[in-house]
């Protein structure tokens, strides 16, 4: 029953989305701005350089826009009152350096007269995940466009939408296939953490205090979680971030999944998709097999990128990406 319930949703997600993917389009600027994509990654590059947390920052803003209210660039509102979704605990830890990416890109394309207020945040943010990919040694793919932002974030949005680093894989594909995606999706979109960071706090419990007999959880490389104790000590100052992948932080590769197979996922979220056999298959051939991760990466980024997307009429192309017109 419960897979029969997953299949429909799964199903459903697949024909709604195959609708919104015909409204989005590459090529949807040629007449407005011909020259998006490249004003776009010349501000993007020119902020990689200064600091390469731009990546890792741009990336993750991406999949936090696209999981609360679609990729409608509601994630990048502020809110004089603090409810926004930046507000939200969930989105606290969300590095400037990507905001600061979109506002470049934003001024960047407004600098031509022909292209002012004429792309929308939501379209440059996807643009410059794409970009900050590439940069850091990934794929570079192209970028279906079309999307209108947003008028609506609340930090209550933000609840129940965004996945846990506690989470199983029961809980991950649940969430993900809410959104049109598929476990292989999920698996290729979680390599990500291949550039990611995290603070102390997020992974602490598998370090100290796993269970009443296991300070340490199994599912994690005893050495690692020493390494792990040494760098994120029990008082760490909160700000503390440490790399996702320990073997090449600076690259997107696959390293990540080579870390999984010797217990050296960061987040029980992370190491539950080498530890469940149920997933460990597709693990095991990304880890041995880079363009088939880069490949599955690019077809899944592609697929959240059309999820809840405003196009035509809906929404509006917002003057001041932090705030609705």
């Known amino acids: 029953m419960e897979g ?32 998006v994509e490249s004003l776009v990654r010349s501000a993007v590059t020119k902020k990689f350089q200064q600091t390469f947390i731009t990546a890792p920052a741009t990336l993750r803003l991406f999949f936090h826009d696209c999981f609360v209210r ?58 410059a995940a794409r970009d900050v990919v590439s940069l850091a040694g990934g ?13 609506v974030s609340t930090k209550l949005g933000v609840q129940h939408n965004l996945p846990q ?19 292989t999706d999920m698996i290729a979109l979680s390599g990500a953490h291949t550039i990611g960071f995290s603070h102390c706090g997020k992974f602490s419990r598998r370090i100290y205090n796993f269970s009443p ?23 760490v100052d909160p700000r503390i971030a440490i790399n996702m992948d320990p073997a090449t932080p600076r690259s997107f590769d696959n390293a990540y999944y080579k870390n999984l197979q010797q217990g050296k996922g960061l987040f029980t979220s992370d190491q539950t998709l080498f530890s469940d056999p149920r997933s460990r298959a597709t693990v095991n051939l990304f880890a041995s097999n ?10 899944a980024i592609t697929r959240m990128g059309r999820f809840g997307v405003k196009t035509g009429n809906q929404g509006e192309i917002r003057i001041d990406c932090s705030r609705p017109n």
């Open 70 to 127: 679609g990729c409608d660039a509601s994630v990048l509102i502020a809110s004089a009152t603090g409810n926004a979704e930046k507000d939200n605990p969930d989105d606290l830890s969300l590095a400037g350096d990507g905001f600061d990416t979109v506002i470049k890109a934003k001024a960047a394309v407004d600098s031509v007269p022909q292209c002012r207020n004429k792309v929308s945040c939501a379209d440059i943010l996807a643009l």
């Open 4 to 35: 029969r319930r997953f299949l429909v949703l799964s199903l459903s997600f697949a024909l709604l989305l195959s609708a919104v993917s015909a409204q989005l389009r590459t090529g949807f600027y040629k007449n407005t701005c011909p020259n």
């Open 290 to 299: 880079n363009a088939a991760f880069q490949q599955a990466f690019v077809a």
């Open 139 to 151: 794929p570079f793919y192209s970028v279906e466009l079309g999307r209108r932002d947003g008028r």
């Open 213 to 235: 007999a296991r300070r340490i959880d199994p599912t994690l490389n005893f050495g690692y979680a020493l390494q792990l104790r040494q760098m994120c000590p029990i008082k």
């Open 165 to 183: 680093p506690s989470f199983n894989l029961n809980q991950l594909n649940s969430m993900f296939a809410s959104r049109g995606l598929s476990q």
